[in-house]
């Protein structure tokens, strides 16, 4: 029973985490504007951090990048967030949304940004069309704005895709397997 109340508990969380994660704004296309900046501000980042990313993003046929938020409470945890994915070779940006659940150990909530880099057309196509990404983490992190220290680190999960995450904010401490399910943003995709 205990289970069901934690799972009830982080599910609850995470649709309240869902409905606060949407961009702002009031319009179709403030939203749209929110996405991009976001975008454009963890590519800086990323870039800033890690200046090797740059090359092998502009080698990539496409990448994607995101923003969430994880919650983890003892053995359950979800998370929810928004971004985009960028086709490279057309230029046409996919609106998306994600969702997370998993399992382990940990406690905390966190706001990170996750850039995928696409080296094959197949690759982004899967990722736009399907979504769904399952993986295992170990993190930890404690930071505020410019104060504290995280993990940033740069992840191949196959000759096709890579995967860097970098920590904004938050308080978690996490051995988890977790099973993300990014799909498109009807809404914002015209």
Same mark, same amino acid.
Not at 68 to 75: E, S
């Given at each position: 029973?205990?289970?069901?109340?934690?799972?009830?508990?982080?599910?609850?969380?995470?649709?309240l985490?869902?409905?606060?994660?949407?961009?702002?704004?009031?319009?179709?296309?403030?939203?749209?504007?929110?996405?991009?900046?976001?975008?454009?501000?963890?590519?800086?980042?990323?870039?800033?951090?890690?200046?090797?990313?740059?090359?092998?993003?502009?080698?990539a046929?496409?990448?994607? !990048? =995101?923003?969430?938020?994880?919650? *983890?409470?003892?053995?359950l945890?979800? #998370?929810?967030?928004? $971004?985009?994915?960028? +086709?490279?070779?057309?230029?046409?940006?996919?609106?998306?949304?994600?969702?997370?659940?998993?399992?382990?150990?940990?406690?905390?909530?966190?706001?990170?940004?996750?850039?995928? !880099? =696409?080296?094959?057309?197949?690759? *982004?196509?899967?990722?736009?069309?399907? #979504?769904?990404?399952? $993986?295992?983490?170990? +993190?930890?992190?404690?930071?505020?704005?410019?104060r504290?220290?995280?993990a940033?680190?740069?992840?191949?999960?196959?000759?096709?895709?890579?995967?860097?995450?970098?920590?904004?904010a938050?308080?978690?401490?996490?051995?988890?397997l977790?099973?993300?399910?990014?799909?498109?943003?009807?809404?914002?995709?015209y």
């Amino acid at each position: 029973m205990k289970i069901f109340l934690r799972l009830f508990v982080v599910l609850t969380l995470s649709g309240l985490l869902a409905g606060c994660l949407a961009p702002r704004g009031d319009s179709l296309t403030s939203k749209r504007a929110v996405i991009e900046t976001m975008r454009q501000e963890t590519l800086a980042d990323l870039y800033r951090l890690r200046p090797a990313a740059r090359a092998n993003i502009q080698r990539a046929d496409g990448y994607a !990048v =995101f923003s969430n938020i994880n919650t *983890l409470i003892l053995y359950l945890g979800g #998370g929810a967030g928004y $971004g985009m994915a960028v +086709d490279q070779t057309s230029g046409r940006k996919t609106y998306m949304k994600m969702v997370q659940v998993g399992v382990g150990l940990g406690l905390g909530v966190q706001d990170i940004r996750v850039v995928f !880099v =696409f080296h094959s057309r197949q690759a *982004l196509e899967r990722f736009v069309n399907s #979504g769904w990404q399952f $993986g295992a983490q170990a +993190d930890a992190a404690a930071k505020a704005e410019d104060r504290g220290g995280s993990a940033t680190g740069e992840f191949t999960v196959s000759s096709e895709v890579d995967i860097y995450t970098l920590t904004e904010a938050g308080l978690m401490a996490k051995v988890n397997l977790a099973g993300s399910k990014y799909y498109k943003d009807n809404r914002l995709n015209y």
